[in-house]
C-alpha cells in the first residue's frame, strides 16, 4: 500500500476556507453534542412519559403505549430519519411541505426529532420494566396515605424506578451519541459527516477517521463517567446495587 | 350509629368472573375497638381489610368509613385514605427517602402542613416508637422489626381517625414481632380504634375487643373476644385455633 501519512494535515487550511482542517472536526463535534443533548432530552422526556402510561392499569392507555414503542423501536433508525426528512414533507398539506423544506437546518431539527423519538421507545421500555420491578406495594402504601396516583408516581414510584433503570440508561445515552451519525444521510453536518468531508477534500482517510474515533470514545467515556457520579449521588444507603 | 368508624354491609367481591374472594362480609367496627380479623390463609382477610380503604374494589355491598360511602359516585379517595392509617406486612417504607423523610413526606404533600411542623411531629413520633437514633437513616439500613414502627409512625403521622393492620408480623423475625406488638398494644390502650388482620392471638387476648373469624371468603364468626376464646361454638374456628394455640 503507498498511503502517504501526513498527520500535520488537521493544520493545514481547509478548502472551504476560514479554517483548518481541526476546525472542521470541532464543528462536527459541535453538532454531534447539540443534536444528541436536545434528542436525549426529548427520549427522556417522551420516554419517561410513555413508560409511565405502559405502566398504568387503564388497558387503552398501555395499548397506546406499546403501539408507539413497536413502532419506533422495529423500524431502522435510518428508515425513521429518512421519513422524516424526505417522506413527511411531501404527505403534509402544500403549504406546510413546502414550509418544512424551505427551513434552514432543517437536517437539524430532523435529526433532534428522529432520534429523539427513536430513543425514547428504547428509554419508555426501560422505565417501564423498572416502575415493573418495584415491589407492588409500594403503589398501595403510596395510595394508602392519601397520595394521589400523580404523587404516587411522582414522589415514591418515579424515584426509584430512575434509580433501578440508571445503569441501562447510561447505555442508551451513549447510543444516541453514536446513533446521531446517521444523520449524515440527510446531510447534517456531524462530526462523522466532516470526517468524510477531509477524506475527500485531502485523501487523508486514515487521520481523519482516527480522529473522528477517538473524538467519539472521548465524549462517550466522559459521559459514562458523568452517569457514574450520578449513580453514585443517587444511591441511597442500604438499598439496590452495591 | 355515629361512633360507628368502619361499617361493610354484605360486602361481595370477585376475582374475575367466577372465583369469589368475599361472601356477604358485614361488620362493624365502633370508635375505640380494636377488632382482631383472623382465619387460615385464602380465607380473604388481607383482600377485606385491603377493601376498606378502597385499595382493593368490591363489586356488591358497602363499606362505609366515618361516613364516606365508598361507592358513592365522587368520592375523595385519596382524601378518605389520608384519614385512614395503613401497615402492611412488608412494611413498604419508601426505600429512597430517610426514615424522617418518609415521615414527612404525606403529611407536607397531602394534608399540606407545613414543613417544621411535620418534622416536630414525626420527631415525635419517633421518639415514641424508639427509633429517634435512626432518624436519618435509610430503610434498608433497619431491620425489619424497626421498619414496622417506623411504618406504624409513619401511619399515625397523618393522625388517622382508624388503623388498619394487614398481617403486620407475618413477615418479621420471631424475635422482632414483641417489639412490634408492644408499639400496637400501647395504642390500642391509648384508644385507637384498629382493625387487625394477625395470627397473634396473644395480642387478641390482651388488647382486642372482638375476635372475628374468616373462612374461605365468609365471616363465620364475630364475637366478643371472651366468647370467643371461651367457647368460640364454630367447629372450623375451633379447628384453626386449636392448631396455631397448640405452638
Redesign the interface.
Known sequence: MNYHWNWGIFWDASPEGGGTYADMLVSGLRITLAVSVLAWVIALGMGSAVGVLRSLPNPWLRRLANTYIELLRNVPLLVQLFLWYFVLPEVVPEAWGDWLKSLRDAPFYTAVIGLGLFMSARVAVQIATGIAAL?R??M?????????LP?TYR??IL??AF?VVLPPLTSETINTIKNSSVALTIGLAELTARARAIQEFSFQVFEAFTAATLIYLAINTIATVLMRLLERRMR?????AK | MTDTIIALEHVDKWYGPSFQVLKDCTLAVPKGEVVVVCGPSGSGKSTLI?CV?A?EPFQKGEIVVDGIRLHEKGVN???L????G?V???F?????LSVLENLD??QI???GRGKQAARAKSVALLQRVELSAHAD??????SGGQQQRVAIA??LA?DPVVMLFDEPTSALDPEMVSEVLDVMVQLAQEGMTMMVVTHEMGFARKVAHRVVFMDRGEIVVDARKDAFFGDVGNERAKQFLSKILQH
Not at chain 1, 398501595?140 to 394521589?148: E, K, P
Not at chain 2, 385514605?81 to 385512614?84: K, L, S, Y
Not at chain 2, 413498604?92 to 429512597?96: C, K, V
Not at chain 2, 437513616?137 to 433497619?142: E, N, S, T
Request: glycine content about 10%.
Open positions: 415491589p406495594g409500594q398501595a402504601a403510596g395510595l394508602a396515605l392519601g397520595f394521589t404523587q414522589y415514591v424515584p426509584n434509580r441511597v444507603p442500604g438499598y439496590g | 385491603k380503604n385499595l379517595l385519596p382524601k385514605r389520608a384519614r385512614v395503613m402492611f406486612q412488608h413498604e417504607l419508601f426505600p429512597h413526606l404525606a404533600k397531602v394534608l437513616k435509610f430503610p434498608g439500613q433497619l409513619r401511619a397523618m
